[in-house]
């Protein structure tokens, strides 16, 4: 028996077509265009809800600056309060309160806050004044008198007499010299202008008081404090002097 083998042809044209098959298949996957996107929902924006702005806070005003404004309007307050008017009756007198100078009286002075407060007034050739003033807010005045003698002195003595002695304290006033003792009968009293010379001996710690009329009066100091004795004299020849020149 004669076996046939198959031909070239027979076998060539089914593998050609399986090839074109494949390259079919291979084109419509390449070239295929894919299915569009959905486009997306439009997206609504939601407004944001409007902002709140806190106020500006008050500034803090330091302590310090609190304090300027408090001594500020204390200080306005007194200013425009009724001032206080000083009178002398030496025209030009210097004033001066809490020693700081105001000026020359007469015046007023304004701005001095409520209390007390210390007033000086003087003048050249005078015994100045010097004395406190309560400042209360309403008008006052201060008349000051200048010219007036300013004499209040005393100091303790041991009077000596011709036989023996005694202790008491001796005064001097515009209105004239007292010594007072401790016996009555020792004191005595004499107007200023009927004193003729107070002389301080140092070396015997005496003071001698001799009047016009010639009797004389010795004291010494029962310390032996001729100072005091001097401080006494000095004070009872200035003012003397004051009355002499009126």
Sequence with gaps: MEHRHPSGDGILVPAVAVVIILLAALSLLIFRRPPAAPAPAPVTMASA???????????????????????????????????????????????????????????????????????????????????????????????????????DVSVDVVHKHALGSCRGRLYATPAGLRYRARKPDDSFDAPLSAIEELQIDYPKKNLRVRMREGRTYNFTHPAGDVDALLAFAQAVDKARKRLEER
């Excluded at 210390?118 to 003048?123: E, F, G, I």
């Excluded at 050249?124 to 406190?132: A, T, W």
């Design 49 to 151: 809800p409007a902002r709140r702005v806190p106020p500006s806070p008050t500034p803090r005003v330091p302590p310090a600056v609190r304090a300027n404004r408090r001594t500020a309007a204390v200080t306005t307050e007194a200013a425009g309060a009724p001032g206080l008017a000083v009178e002398a009756d030496v025209p030009g007198a210097d004033v001066f309160v809490d020693r700081e100078y105001k000026g020359k009286a007469p015046l007023v002075i304004r701005g001095l806050l409520p209390g007390r407060h210390h007033l000086n007034v003087a003048a050249e050739g005078f015994d100045g004044y010097s004395d406190s003033v309560e400042i209360t807010g309403k008008a006052q005045t201060v008349s000051v008198r200048l010219e007036d003698v300013a004499l």
